[in-house]
C-alpha cells in the first residue's frame, strides 16, 4: 500500500518546555501542572479510553448531536472550507461530519505527536480526495496556521469541551487567539460541556473502572520517565469533584504519605494529604457561554444540544466589525 500523502509540522514543545513548567508548579502554593501534559502517547490512549467508560457523556453524548445534525452544520458552514480541528486526538468525531462538509482541506492540531500522525495518516487514507496536513504544536498558548486557505473560508473545530480547561478569562484569551489565526468571518464550531446535576458530572470524572486515575498518575508517570524526576505515582490517590462556587470539576492528585519528589536536585516536600492540582473543567450554561464568545469577538450563529441539554456545540463566527 502506497504511503497517503500528507503534510507534517512538527512545533511539538521540547523537554525544556515540559521541565520548566513542572518545576514552576511544584514551587506554587497551591501546587498545579497545566492538564495539557497529560498527552503523551499513553496518556492520549488513556483518554480514549476515559471516553468509552459509561459514566463519561460527554464524548458519547456531543457525537450524538454531531450526528444528528451533521447536515445542518454542514449547511451553516459552507462547502469547501479549510478545517482546523483543534485537539483532535484520534479524530473520531469529525468522521461524522467530513462526508456533509466536503471540505477542501484538513488541518489536524494537536500536542500529542504519535496520535496526531496515527490521526492523520487514517484520515489521509480513508478520504483520498481530502488534502491533510497536521501541526503538532502546544496551541494553548499562541496559535500560528503554517498554511490557510486563497479566499480565507477557515472553519475550527475544536470538540470535546477542552475549552471547559481554561479559567473563564484564559478562556477569553484562547478564544481570541483563535479568532485572530480565523480571520474576519472564520467560524468556529466548538463543544461546550453544560451544567447539570453534580452527582452526573462527579461520576464522569471517577470512572469505577479506575481509567480517569491512572490518566491523572501518568502525568507522575511522564515526569518520571522523561525529567528523571524520584517520584513514586502510586503514592498518590486520584481526587475529583464538583465545585458549584465556579461551576467546575476539579482534578487532583493526593499524596498519600508525606514524601518527597526530586527533580534536578531540587526537592518538592509533599505533606500527607497535600494535594498537586492538575485540571479544572468548566461547565456552562448556554447563555453563559454565548456571553463569554461575544467577549472574545465572535457572533452566536446556531447552538445545538442533546434534549437533556447535558452538552452543546455552538457555530461562532469571527466578528468582522460591521
Known amino acids: 500500500m502506497n504511503e497517503p500523502a500528507l503534510r507534517f509540522y512538527d512545533e511539538q514543545p521540547t523537554l525544556s518546555n515540559l521541565r520548566e513548567e513542572v518545576l514552576r508548579g511544584l514551587a506554587r502554593r497551591p501546587r498545579s501542572i ?44 459552507g462547502p469547501d472550507a479549510w478545517l482546523v ?16 462538509l466536503r471540505p477542501r482541506a484538513w488541518l489536524g492540531v494537536d500536542i500529542s505527536r504519535e496520535f496526531l500522525r496515527g490521526a492523520a495518516r487514517a484520515l489521509a487514507l480513508d478520504y483520498p480526495w481530502l488534502e491533510v496536513h ?15 486557505p486563497p479566499d480565507g473560508h477557515c472553519v475550527a ?35 461546550v460541556d ?3 446535576d453534580p452527582a452526573v458530572l462527579e461520576a464522569a470524572y471517577n470512572d469505577a473502572a479506575g481509567v480517569t486515575a491512572r490518566f491523572n498518575r ?53 505533606e500527607a494529604g497535600e494535594s498537586l492540582h492538575t485540571e479544572n473543567s468548566y461547565k456552562y450554561t448556554v447563555p453563559g457561554f454565548a456571553a463569554l464568545a ?4 465572535y457572533r452566536s450563529e446556531r447552538v445545538w444540544t442533546d434534549e437533556r441539554r447535558w452538552f452543546s456545540v455552538h457555530l461562532l463566527r469571527v466578528d468582522d466589525g460591521g
Not at 497536521?134 to 490557510?148: G, H, Q
Open 134 to 148: 497536521a501541526l503538532c504544536t502546544d496551541f494553548s498558548e499562541a496559535l500560528r496556521l503554517p498554511v490557510r
Open 34 to 77: 497545566p492538564p495539557k501534559f497529560f498527552y503523551d502517547a499513553r496518556g492520549s490512549a488513556l483518554f480514549d479510553a476515559i471516553c468509552e467508560q459509561p459514566e463519561y457523556y460527554p464524548t458519547r453524548t456531543e457525537m450524538a448531536i454531531l450526528a444528528r445534525h451533521a447536515a445542518e452544520i454542514a449547511a451553516a458552514i
Open 294 to 297: 461575544r467577549r472574545a469577538g
Open 85 to 100: 480541528e483543534l485537539g483532535c486526538g484520534a479524530s473520531r468525531k469529525i468522521r461524522l461530519l467530513l462526508e456533509s
Open 218 to 270: 501518568n502525568l507522575l508517570v511522564r515526569i518520571r520517565n522523561e525529567l528523571g524526576a524520584a517520584v513514586d505515582p502510586e503514592a498518590f490517590d486520584h481526587r475529583a469533584f464538583y465545585d458549584p462556587v465556579p461551576g467546575r470539576v476539579e482534578m487532583h492528585l493526593v499524596s498519600r504519605r508525606a514524601q518527597v519528589i526530586e527533580i534536578d536536585g531540587r526537592r518538592f516536600a509533599f
Open 194 to 196: 453544560l451544567r447539570k
Open 157 to 191: 473545530f475544536y470538540p470535546g469541551s477542552s475549552i471547559g480547561n481554561f479559567d473563564p478569562p484564559a478562556a477569553e484569551r484562547f478564544l481570541r487567539c483563535v479568532a485572530g489565526a480565523l480571520g474576519a468571518g472564520g467560524l468556529l464550531l466548538i463543544g
